[in-house]
Nanobody, 124 residues
């Protein structure tokens, strides 16, 4: 069974940090582009960051540049999203997704495999 499982979400105060993990089972993340997306209540799903199958320079949505870092560990079949200096507007359900292809994109429609999401709440 092909599956992506996110973990690491939770509640944190503004300025805090969290690291999200996304582990794949049933298939390899090697050579696949990976994206992190988020969806807040009443809003559309938004691309947060993506990385190509070959690594290289990732993309970030402007609102998280300098605060979030995406990385991948192919040996562990895992992708991470390190989030720092969190703000209340970062509150959302965060999803990881994998493409069938190596080219990265922030378009959620281009991703074939999705995790179930993990809640991130930033509040004082």
């Amino acid at each position: 069974q092909l599956q992506l499982v996110e973990s690491g979400g939770g509640a944190v105060q503004p300025g805090g940090s969290l690291r999200l993990s996304c582990v794949a089972s049933g298939f390899t993340l090697d050579y696949r582009a990976i994206g992190w997306f988020r969806q807040a209540p009443g809003k559309e799903r938004e691309g947060v960051s993506c990385i190509s199958g070959s690594g290289g320079v990732p993309d970030y949505v402007d609102s998280v540049k300098g605060r979030f870092t995406i990385s991948r560990d192919n040996a562990k079949n895992t992708v991470y999203l390190q989030m720092s200096s969190l703000k209340p507007e970062d509150t959302a359900v965060y999803f990881c997704a994998a493409r069938r292809y190596a080219i990265k994109t922030m378009n959620p429609g281009a991703y074939a495999y999705w995790g179930q999401g993990t809640q991130v709440t930033v509040s004082s």
